[in-house]
């Protein structure tokens, strides 16, 4: 679950994480509110009104602007509450900004020279340890930086059953190139990033840029935090932060129906149960020409009222072309499979496109039987190979 970047500071800050301070507004008038109390809260002069939304790169879209007196504040609010913001990390579409975050400005001038930095918590998948990424190069453009120029991002594994030890923090500190007063903050930083990662079940935390301000301070400029969903029942303070405007509709009713749906951009809808042989039926649909138009996992209960779920979940994709339910009866019979999907289908009334079913396992037999003699217009299979094969012919036609 992702969460707003207002929201992920507020976790920074409950773990000692130096933050950049701000209020949220949903409206022009609140977002002058906000600035009058940030102001008394921190003696801020400028403001920055930033969107608030599920995506990188908002400033390279127009939705992080800095405003220098209070009508600038109203005005920059305006203008961005409301817009379609398209960054480099929305789709084309964009999404809709429905708050910004008021903030102090951190960048004052002052005897030393403001840093950007670049720091990240994540698990290494692949060691099963998890990982601070890290360099000098901070800002909106740390895509480039690790395309370009791979070696400025540095790495440091740590051992999730000991935690992080504190000459990794100093290594980390001294690495980005820090020293007196920042670097002992940069130390504290660190330390207290790792452990509300930890704390929280984090799946990523990323923090770009992390600034060095003009008197040595180091402080979370941003926050882009994504939370293991498997592990919200432990955190329902966090689940409360969910804003479901930021996802998919389609995803949204899905979940609320107990099924496992994600989007793609493909023709061919898929209804199948089980992740593995979700994954491997998106690859045969590829192998046959066509392109997945979603990964939907329908679990062990494929009765006729979670199947005419799923196919109404699957026809409100426009670019469906065609849907491939693809079964294996283990612990569901494949004949009661069957009965589920010809009952969905009466419900539902003719399907927009052709259906292939393939069914095997349990009672495979009886199944294809129970479709074949059922009147409707199914394609129906037995072997993978058969279904991706007439995957292809409906395409084609």
């Known amino acids: 679950m992702n969460i707003h970047e207002y929201q992920g500071k507020s976790i920074l800050k409950k773990f000692g994480v130096a933050i950049q301070e701000g209020i949220v507004a949903e409206t022009p008038e609140q977002a002058v509110e906000a600035a009058k109390e940030l102001q008394k809260q921190t003696g801020t002069g400028w403001w920055v009104v930033k969107a608030q939304i599920h995506a990188g790169g908002r400033g390279k879209g127009g939705g992080v602007k800095l405003a220098k007196n209070l009508d600038e504040v109203k005005q920059k609010a305006t203008d961005i509450i409301g817009m379609q913001l398209i960054t480099p990390q929305t789709s084309a579409e964009g999404k809709k900004v429905h708050s910004v975050l008021i903030a102090q400005d951190v960048y004052y001038p002052g005897e030393n020279k403001t840093e950007e930095f670049y720091i990240s918590v994540l698990l290494n998948r692949a060691s099963g340890k998890n990982i601070i990424m890290y360099?000098?190069?901070?800002?909106?453009?740390?895509?480039?930086?690790?395309?370009?120029?791979?070696?400025?991002?540095?790495?440091?594994?740590?051992?999730?059953?000991?935690?992080?030890?504190?000459?990794?923090?100093?290594?980390?500190?001294?690495?980005?190139?820090?020293?007196?007063?920042?670097?002992?903050?940069?130390?504290?930083?660190?330390?207290?990033?790792?452990?509300?990662?930890?704390?929280?079940?984090?799946?990523?935390?990323?923090?770009?840029?992390?600034?060095?301000?003009?008197?040595?301070?180091?402080?979370?400029?941003?926050?882009?935090?994504?939370?293991?969903?498997?592990?919200?029942?432990?955190?329902?303070?966090?689940?409360?932060?969910?804003?479901?405007?930021?996802?998919?509709?389609?995803?949204?009713?899905?979940?609320?129906?107990?099924?496992?749906?994600?989007?793609?951009?493909?023709?061919?809808?898929?209804?199948?149960?089980?992740?593995?042989?979700?994954?491997?039926?998106?690859?045969?649909?590829?192998?046959?020409?066509?392109?997945?138009?979603?990964?939907?996992?329908?679990?062990?209960?494929?009765?006729?009222?979670r199947v005419e779920k799923a196919f109404r979940i699957i026809l409100k994709d426009e670019n469906v072309k065609a849907i491939l339910v693809n079964i294996f009866g283990g612990i569901v019979r494949c004949d009661r499979v069957a009965q589920g999907i010809v009952d969905a289908y009466k419900n539902i009334g003719d399907l927009p496109v052709p259906l292939i079913v393939r069914l095997q396992g349990t009672n495979a037999d009886a199944a294809k039987k129970l479709i074949d003699e059922s009147g409707l217009k199914v394609h129906s299979a037995i072997l993978l190979q058969e279904a991706a094969d007439k995957v292809k012919q409906v395409l084609a036609n």
Request: hydrophobic share 40%; glycine share 8%.
């Open 135 to 305: 360099s000098t190069e901070g800002g909106m453009d740390i895509e480039e930086v690790a395309h370009s120029t791979p070696e400025l991002i540095l790495k440091e594994e740590v051992d999730p059953k000991v935690g992080l030890m504190p000459f990794q923090a100093r290594k980390i500190a001294f690495n980005l190139g820090v020293s007196g007063d920042a670097f002992k903050n940069m130390v504290k930083f660190v330390t207290a990033l790792y452990k509300a990662y930890d704390s929280i079940d984090a799946s990523q935390f990323e923090i770009n840029p992390v600034l060095k301000t003009s008197d040595n301070k180091i402080i979370a400029v941003d926050a882009k935090v994504n939370i293991d969903d498997n592990a919200l029942y432990r955190h329902e303070d966090i689940l409360a932060m969910r804003d479901i405007r930021e996802e998919d509709p389609t995803e949204v009713e899905a979940a609320e129906a107990s099924l496992n749906y994600v989007k793609l951009d493909g023709n061919v809808g898929c209804m199948v149960n089980g992740a593995g042989l979700a994954m491997a039926t998106m690859d045969i649909i590829k192998l046959s020409g066509g392109e997945p138009a979603n990964f939907l996992d329908v679990g062990g209960t494929a009765n006729a009222e």
